[in-house]
Each structure stands twice: as structure tokens, then as C-alpha cells.
């Protein structure tokens, strides 16, 4: 096996030298005021966008898959005037049954969590005509890219978390203009 040659840059000797300094150094040589540059991230406007799926991963933490979607072919901006929606990517998020969700009702009470999040999951696979009928389904589909350029259309709407906005998609459906 070939052992990897490293060379020193000027880039890295100058980062070198950054390290070197001290604290009041680093920030004697800078220039900003974050109060007058500060500027909040642009949001997509609400409405139904077009877009495909990107990325399909399953935090396993959060138990949920998580769908990304690039939107394009929908023209315009978002709300700071010049950012353009096409290019942006928005986020969609099934929830997956977690132990114990049997022995919980939802908040209408008409449901086990359990049931709700199956019946979510059913009616989202219906829209988009895709198969998440089991786990192994769901997993073999993620690792082989199945749902990757899969055309959707995207419900965005702007939601408020912490105190800050932020664009979700609360909806996504097979898209009908592609």
C-alpha cells in the first residue's frame, strides 16, 4: 500500500501561525458587528411547491424517516426579496411507531399512538404510490435509493419553534406536473 505524501501549504502554515496568536490577536484583526449584519435565515413563502426527493434517511433516535426535498420549477423568492425558492431544500418527517405507543391515546382519543402513526403511514405511501407496508420494505427501499427523483409536491408552511421561523412541509404528494 502507497503511503500518503503530506505537504505543508502556505495555507496551513499561515493557520499555524493563527494558532500562535492569542485571543485579543485574533480579534484585534477581524472586522464585524453582528448587530448590523445580522440577517434571519430567508423563509419559502406558504403554498405547494414542486420538488424531488434528495435524500431518504431514518433517525433512529427520533424513531422517524426523514425525507428531503429539493424543490425547482416553481420560479420566485422567498421573503427577503432575492434568496430563489428553486434550489432550496425543504424537510418531511414520518413518525414511526415506538414501544409503548399501543398503551397511549392520541390527543383526540379515538386512536393508540400506535394506530395513528400506522395510519399516517398508510395514507402517505398511498399519495405517493409507494410501497411502506413493513420495516424490511421501508429499509431495503432507503438502501437502494428506490424514492430517490421521486417528483413531489410539497405542502411548506412556516412554523415557529424556540422562538424561531422556520419553513416545514407538512404534506407531501405525488406530483402530478412531472
Known sequence: MAKKETTTTDENENYA??????GDEVLA???FNVDDE????????????????TNVSVN???????WDICLHDNGGVMNDDETPIDGAHVWFRNWLPRAGDENTLTKSGKHSKRQSKINMLNDFSKELD???????KIAESIQDAVWIGLEVSAEVDIDEYQGKFRNVANRLRKSTSF
Open 17 to 22: 501561525d493563527e494558532a500562535e496568536q492569542s
Open 29 to 31: 484583526g477581524m472586522d
Open 38 to 53: 445580522y440577517k434571519p435565515d430567508p423563509l419559502i413563502p406558504k403554498g405547494n411547491y414542486h420538488g424531488n426527493v
Open 60 to 66: 433512529a433516535a427520533q424513531k422517524c424517516i426523514i
Open 130 to 136: 409507494i410501497d411502506m407496508s413493513t420495516p424490511q
